[in-house]
């Protein structure tokens, strides 16, 4: 069973081997470094050891604005454990970390973790203005005691695989090479709680999703996908985006899904959805007969991509 600490500080480890990374989302290219990475380190009777930040970096320096992440600590630690890794460290990050040179990071890691080789990436580069880039990584290494492996980027369609082409991705709507670059469908999960009751009075109850509002959603309009509840998942019809036809103006979007065929009380329950199909765009509509034949529409689409 994979380990998960939340700071360095707490762990003493001997002879792990180790990689350094955001690993939001956990895609394919990540997926490819750390598959690799495990069946090694075990061959060679050692730890396969992941160290991540939270906060993000880049959200912490003032890089990112709004919601970015694709996935929270935990489900990314689910993911990691699932693929065998040995143990997960998400360290805090803060300004004091990203004012460290790279030697003194890389001899706190190996206080706590007395590792003995450090996978990166071709551009991986750590320390205060990311003066710990590859060359400098390996001089350390031989202060410290430790070897360098530079794993190549794995691409898709030309390009390399990354946590930005996903969000790019969502960005746009297209949910269908978000979920090839994830190699599985984007999903967001949350807490259903009470809305204004609309849909159910519509014809078609819909649960309302509040989730972490760090989290990127996909781009506002209605997605096929499905649902998941407990160890069950269901088809169901989401929609993302501000409810123009009802609401002059919101400042946050709203997630609300209708379960295809399912009468359960969902309220303070954590459901899980997936995007898989971009249905349409959100849109206003003249009058409430007009959105009911429309959501009518989307219902009857999903079944048929779903075939119930």
């Known amino acids: 069973m994979m ?12 002879g792990a081997w180790l990689t350094i990374g955001s690993f939001d989302g956990v895609h ?5 470094i750390l598959e690799q990475l ?29 919601p970015f992440y694709l996935s929270t600590p935990e489900e ?3 993911m990691m454990a699932s693929l065998g890794l040995d143990g997960l460290v998400s360290h805090p990050f803060n300004r004091q970390i990203a004012a460290q040179s790279a030697r003194e990071f890389i001899q706190h890691m190996q206080r706590h973790l007395g590792f003995r ?28 005691g430790y070897q360098v492996r530079v794993v190549e980027p794995v691409n898709l369609e030309g390009e390399v695989i990354s946590s930005s082409r996903v969000r790019q ?18 999903r967001v999960a949350g807490e259903v709680v009470h809305g204004d009751g609309r849909g159910k009075n519509l014809g ?13 959603l996909p781009k506002p309009g209605v997605y096929a996908g499905r649902a998941r509840v407990g160890g069950v998942e269901v088809p169901a019809v989401t929609n993302i985006g501000f409810r123009p036809t009802f609401e002059a103006q919101s400042l946050r979007a709203r997630v609300e899904t209708h ?12 459901i899980s959805l997936s995007f898989e199909v971009h249905l349409r765009d959100e849109q206003r509509f003249s009058d409430i007969q007009a959105l009911i034949d429309q959501v009518q529409q989307d219902i009857r689409q999903t079944r048929s991509i779903y075939l119930v």
């Open 3 to 14: 380990f998960h600490y939340w700071s360095l500080d707490n762990l003493e480890l001997d």
């Open 28 to 32: 394919l290219g990540h997926r490819a």
């Open 38 to 66: 495990i069946r090694e380190a075990h061959a060679a009777q050692a730890q396969a050891i992941v160290l991540t930040f939270h906060p993000h970096p880049a959200a912490v320096l003032g890089k990112r604005d709004g």
């Open 76 to 78: 990314k630690a689910e």
């Open 117 to 144: 080789w450090l996978w990166v990436g071709n551009d991986f580069a750590l320390g205060r203005q990311r003066e710990g880039d590859l060359p400098v990584l390996r001089l350390l290494g031989e202060e410290f």
């Open 169 to 186: 991705a969502l960005a746009q709507g297209d949910v269908g090479m978000a979920a090839n670059l994830l190699g599985r469908p984007y």
């Open 204 to 216: 078609f109850p819909t649960a309302n999703l509040e989730t972490w509002p760090k989290q990127i």
């Open 259 to 270: 379960l295809l065929d399912f009468d359960q009380d969902l309220y303070q329950r954590q």
